[in-house]
C-alpha cells in the first residue's frame, strides 16, 4: 500500500483521538461517550478525500480506542503509511534562497520528514526565518524576519497556543509600489507547529504573499 497521510492528516488523527479521550473520560453518561467516540470516527474519515478498501480498514477502529495502549498503537501502524516532506539537500536550500549569502542550512538529518507540512527554521543571529513549502507541486522557499513575542499567543498557522514570533514577509507587487509587509503570529518552534497543523490553508494563504 502506498504512503498515503501527509502530516497535516496524521496530525487530524492524532488530535481526535487525544480529544476523544478527554471528552470521554470527563463523562459517565455511555451515551455521551458513544457520541464524542463516533464523532471521531466521521472526523478522521473526512479528512480522506477517497480512501481504497484498504486504507479504510486502516484508519478505521479510532471509536474503540479504549486504553492509553490501544491508542500509541493506532498511530504507530499508520507510521509506514505517513507520506515524507520531499527530500532536500543543502544545495536544494541554497537553490531556494539564491540572493542569501552563506545561507544558514537546518541540521536536515535530525528531521523527521514524515513529520512536515513544512520545512522552517531560523538565522538567529539575523533574526531571520525560512520557510519551504511545496505550493503547486514545487519546493517554494520563502523568507521573512521575526522578532519573538514576550507572551504566548496562537500561531496562525497551526492555532494551537505557545511561544510564538511575530513573523513579517515581505512582497513587492509591482514596480510602482513599494514593499509590502504581511506579519503573523507563528509558532517560535516550527517543529511544535508541524505536530499541530492540521491543514495547509493558513500557510498558503500566508506564504502565498509572495
Ligand atoms: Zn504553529
New binding site residues.
Partial sequence: MEQFISNEQFNVIKSQIIGMHRQASVTSDEGVKTAVKEAAEARVHDVFDELTPEQEKLISGVASLETEEERTKFLMDLSPYRKAFPDVTPADLRGLFPKVKKLQIPNLEAIDFKALTYLGWKDIGQSKQYFVYVQNGELTGVQGRYVISARKGI?S??N?YGDVAMTSIQNKPKESEGLRSYGQY??YDSK??NQ??QDTGQLEAFLGQV
Avoid: S, V, Y
Wanted: charged share 20%; aromatic share 0%; with cysteine.
Fill in positions: 500561531c498557522l497551526c494551537r507563528i509558532c511544535e507547529c499541530a497543523i
